[in-house]
């Protein structure tokens, strides 16, 4: 992880497409313009909000609690910070839509290394990589250079796998994991493919607020793990 942080750092800077706040679909209702772009954010507050509640029973969570329950936390924050950012799309908006993200990146990647490698390492790991991610945030929207962000978004699809490779863990249900992962990628792929989306489906729905229902989808089966895990031990 360190050396890819390095590598990408050592390219150049990478600079925000200012066309990737052209979203296809526009359509105002109800007076929330961007709507379908602001509601599809719901979910989040949804599985989030039940990732909390579980990770705050206490002593009857087992494994990464506190790195699992800052990744419910900006899971849950996403739905506030997307929903704001989609009524005024622009880079002082994305701000708020892109902290939530880097709270969730880095409290997942934390939990899945303390559950695999060492339990201890959350206490060590967890705060750094918070601040981390936070950081590369305010680093871009200050200096306009998303290498750091794109490092904190995609390592953890990296990292993820060749953790579940290379070490066991005490905990089951890992498959949900590489599911949750999957799902992900296909929520970027529908963003990537946001007016195609668009024009396939009749303008039916965009690519973009497919991606929220993919990308909230994705942590809701990180929560039935830990859910059945829970589950399994009582």
Same mark, same amino acid.
């Given at each position: 992880m360190f050396v890819t942080l390095g590598v990408m750092m050592l390219l150049p800077p990478i600079a925000q497409d200012p066309?990737?706040?052209?979203?296809?679909?526009? @359509? $105002?209702?109800? &007076?929330? %313009? &961007?709507?379908?772009?602001?509601?599809?954010? /719901? %979910?989040? #507050?949804?599985?989030? +909000?039940?990732?909390?509640?579980?990770?705050?029973? &206490?002593?009857?969570?087992?494994?990464? @609690?506190?790195?699992?329950?800052?990744?419910?936390?900006?899971?849950?924050?996403? +739905?506030?910070? +997307?929903?704001?950012?989609?009524? $005024? %799309?622009?880079?002082?908006? /994305?701000?708020?839509? @892109?902290? %939530?993200?880097?709270? &969730?990146?880095?409290?997942? #990647?934390?939990?899945?290394?303390?559950?695999?490698v060492n339990v201890k390492l959350e206490r060590i790991l967890l705060a750094p990589a918070i601040l981390l991610g936070v950081a590369s945030v305010i680093y871009w929207h200050y200096t306009d250079d998303l290498r750091l962000y794109v490092w904190v978004q995609f390592i953890p699809l990296l990292a993820i796998p060749a953790l579940l490779l290379m070490f066991k863990s005490p905990y089951p249900h890992r498959g949900l994991l590489i599911a949750a992962l999957g799902i992900y990628i296909a929520a970027k792929v529908a963003e990537y493919y946001d007016h195609a989306v668009f024009v396939r489906t009749g303008a039916l729905i965009s690519g973009h607020s497919l991606k929220h229902l993919l990308a909230a989808l994705a942590p809701f089966l990180v929560y039935v793990m830990l859910k059945r895990r829970a589950f399994r031990k009582n």
């Open positions: 066309m990737y706040h052209a979203f296809a679909d526009r @359509r $105002a209702l109800l &007076g929330i %313009p &961007g709507f379908l772009n602001v509601v599809t954010n /719901l %979910p989040f #507050l949804v599985v989030g +909000s039940a990732g909390i509640i579980l990770c705050a029973r &206490g002593p009857g969570f087992s494994g990464a @609690r506190w790195a699992w329950l800052c990744f419910f936390i900006g899971v849950t924050l996403i +739905s506030l910070g +997307s929903g704001y950012y989609h009524l $005024a %799309p622009d880079n002082n908006t /994305l701000v708020w839509d @892109r902290l %939530p993200m880097s709270i &969730g990146f880095m409290g997942l #990647l934390v939990a899945v290394v303390s559950e695999h």
